[in-house]
């Protein structure tokens, strides 16, 4: 109901004839363009944008290119990581939010699957193991060591896992103390305190990713908690107007009625709900 609103057709405006709307990252630090690849399909998969869409497609399409080396990101190379393993890790985490059917990145979550199988035999997190097999199947050409708690591995691998790894992959990522790098910095099994806040907005981005583990949703029942706990008497949810970070809200055009963003609120949360 919201892909044609007016936020939706800035971003499709402002994209490229190859797809791209500039540097692809969303953490880039020199940037050249208005909104980072990265930001503008999250931002337009967060507004009902699907692989059915043009601006989708073309998108999906330069990320395929860029994955396999006939075309590259304009973002300035970051030394921290390995960036051949860095890029392909985020260019397959984007392809695959829209689509299954890339063979390419379908191989590198198959590859990270493998690594965190590994990490996880003994039913604990076994940090050895864990870089053993980053090496291993990988093969960095040296840096740090991408770790398994941040929004690419957790996405990538919502439907890679066997039960038993998938279990104890999201059991460790809920108590990890730091959340989920890039997107929540605390850790998932104690709930913001504040609820009209960005900080609520951003746990339920770290939790929007788990619930797409289905052999796993049972652990999250005491967010059900939570977000019961925070209904307004109407039944509905408002987290008050600092949640506007154009990526997560707003959804509808204008916000300037206190009805529409508890409507768009209420709107995302159900979606979270009717998965637990």
Not at 60 to 71: A, E, H, I, N
Not at 109 to 130: C, H, P, R
Request: aromatic residues 12%; hydrophobic residues 35%.
């Amino acid at each position: 109901m919201h892909k044609n609103g007016k936020w939706a057709k800035q971003i499709i405006e402002w994209q490229n004839a190859d797809g791209s709307w500039g540097d692809y990252h969303s953490l880039a630090v020199a940037g050249n363009s208005r909104i980072t690849t990265e930001h503008a399909v999250r931002r337009l998969e967060r507004v009902g944008y699907t692989i059915e869409d043009e601006c989708i497609q073309k998108a999906v399409q330069y990320m395929s290119d860029c994955l396999v080396g006939k075309k590259t990101i304009p973002d300035r190379v970051e030394k921290v990581h390995d960036w051949d393993v860095f890029l392909s890790l985020i260019l397959s985490t984007g392809i695959r939010r829209f689509t299954k059917n890339n063979h390419v990145a379908n191989k590198v979550a198959e590859q990270w699957a493998e690594i965190v199988t590994a990490a996880f035999t003994d039913g604990s997190y076994n940090y050895d193991k864990y870089v053993e097999a980053y090496k291993s199947i990988l093969k960095p050409n040296g840096g740090r060591i991408i770790g398994i708690e941040n929004y690419y591995p957790v996405s990538l691998l919502c439907d890679c896992l066997d039960e038993k790894t998938e279990n104890a992959f999201v059991e460790h990522i809920l108590n990890f103390d730091k959340g989920i790098y890039y997107i929540y910095d605390s850790k998932l099994t104690a709930p913001p305190q504040e609820f009209q806040s960005k900080n609520a907005s951003r746990y339920l981005g770290a939790i929007e990713l788990l619930v797409r583990y289905k052999h796993t949703r049972h652990k999250l029942s005491f967010v059900a908690d939570w977000l019961n706990d925070n209904r307004s008497e109407n039944g509905k949810w408002d987290m008050g107007k600092s949640v506007n970070d154009k990526l997560y809200f707003p959804l509808s055009d204008d916000w300037r009625k206190s009805e529409t963003r508890e409507a768009d609120c209420t709107e995302r949360i159900e979606k979270i709900l009717a998965l637990l």
